[in-house]
């Protein structure tokens, strides 16, 4: 069984369209996150939440919207797609709010805008 | 919240030890200093976590001097297969804990 799982695995739109990311945990936490990486490889924290309220709100463009439905799902979706929104995003999730409990991340969704 | 800087990238080869260094001059007193590993096309996973002193575990040992300014993860006899970005990343509990963020990553080369 799949601890963290994304879908989809690969992404790939045009500019100006509107897509969706779906994460799910089956480990019971209480907090999930999304990531986003670039080719960088740097790992950039963009929204957590903890039992389905936001937690974590950082400069993200408005044109992303998390949605938590419940404690296990973590949805991200994007509005108007940029060629600079290509990028790996990750899901995690974790017992609870803060660095110190281990995170859980899944496969991620690479993001291609053309 | 605490920043760190840790080298962009290291080589090594097969069998011999790899310390890789991560700073982190404004730790707060209920930090903990973790490290993650991330395989290429995989996300990053947990590899260690210690407060102070030295933890050690099957996968590798952690070194925190007495100031915590720094820590220093230690990977014993390393392998093709410890190729791989590594991350340090220091914060505790709460709301604003949550918000520590990923170091910019060592991206460590194991060569033949």
């Known amino acids: 069984d799949t601890a963290v799982s994304q879908t989809p695995k690969y992404l790939v739109t045009q500019m100006g369209n509107d897509k969706s990311i779906k994460c799910e945990q089956n480990?019971?936490?209480?907090?999930m996150y999304w990531y986003k990486q670039d080719s960088k490889k740097f790992l950039k924290i963009m929204f957590s939440?903890?039992?389905?309220?936001?937690?974590i709100n950082e400069t993200v463009p408005n044109r992303f919207s998390p949605k938590s439905p419940d404690k296990a799902h973590l949805n991200l979706h994007i509005n108007s797609l940029e060629l600079g929104d290509s990028a790996v995003y990750f899901c995690?999730?974790?017992?609870?709010?803060?660095?110190?409990?281990?995170?859980?991340f899944g496969p991620g969704t690479r993001l291609t805008v053309t | 919240l605490a920043k760190t800087t840790q080298p962009i990238s290291m080589d090594s080869y097969e069998g011999q030890e790899v310390n890789i260094t991560c700073s982190h001059n404004?730790?707060?007193?209920?930090?903990?200093i973790t490290w993650y590993q991330q395989f290429p096309s995989q996300g990053p996973r947990f590899i260690i976590q210690?407060?102070?002193t030295k933890v050690t575990n099957e996968v590798a040992s952690l070194f925190i001097p007495a100031d915590r300014k720094s820590s220093t993860l230690s990977l014993p006899r390393v392998s093709l297969s410890d190729t791989a970005v590594y991350y340090c990343?220091?914060?505790?509990?709460?709301?604003?804990?949550?918000?520590?963020?990923f170091g910019d990553g060592t991206t460590l080369t194991v060569k033949p």
């Open positions: 995690a999730s974790s017992q609870r709010v803060g660095a110190l409990y281990e995170q859980y």
């Open positions: 939440y903890n039992n389905k309220e936001l937690i």
């Open positions: 990343l220091v914060g505790a509990v709460g709301t604003n804990a949550g918000k520590s963020t």
């Open positions: 404004n730790i707060a007193t209920n930090d903990y």
């Open positions: 480990l019971g936490h209480d907090t």
């Open positions: 210690g407060y102070k």
